[in-house]
């Protein structure tokens, strides 16, 4: 098992920042890969970044050169830089880590109790 506790989030204005911090305990040996989705109210939860046991990260395309996500191994947190923030940013956001990989695909299946976020206009 894996637990997952998020820190950060609030609120701010168009083009603030912020960021949010995930500290991972358990099994930690058993983590492929560790991201940041988000769900915003009537919409689907969407993967925003990941970065992987190697520090390889991706992120979706609306989140490429504002957000940044980074890990310390040490501590076993992992952090997501936002800058330069939008409206369309609002949303609830959650921590997950990856006990597996299959097919090229990293399987999300540990969460954080999500922090809200929400960028005024």
């Known amino acids: 098992q894996v637990q997952l506790v998020e820190s950060g989030g609030g609120l701010v204005q168009t083009g603030g920042s912020l960021s949010l911090s995930c500290a991972a305990s358990g099994k930690i040996s058993s983590i492929y890969a560790l991201g940041w989705y988000r769900q915003a109210p009537g919409n689907q939860r969407e993967l925003v970044a990941h970065i992987t046991t190697a520090g390889k990260t991706n992120y979706v395309d609306s989140a490429k050169g504002r957000f940044t996500i980074s890990r310390d191994n040490a501590k076993n947190t992992v952090y997501l830089q936002m800058n330069s923030l939008k409206p369309e940013d609002t949303a609830v956001y959650y921590c997950?880590?990856?006990?597996?990989?299959?097919?090229?695909?990293?399987?999300?299946?540990?969460w954080g109790q999500g922090t809200q976020v929400t960028v005024s206009s």
């Open positions: 997950a880590a990856a006990s597996s990989w299959i097919g090229g695909v990293y399987e999300f299946d540990y």
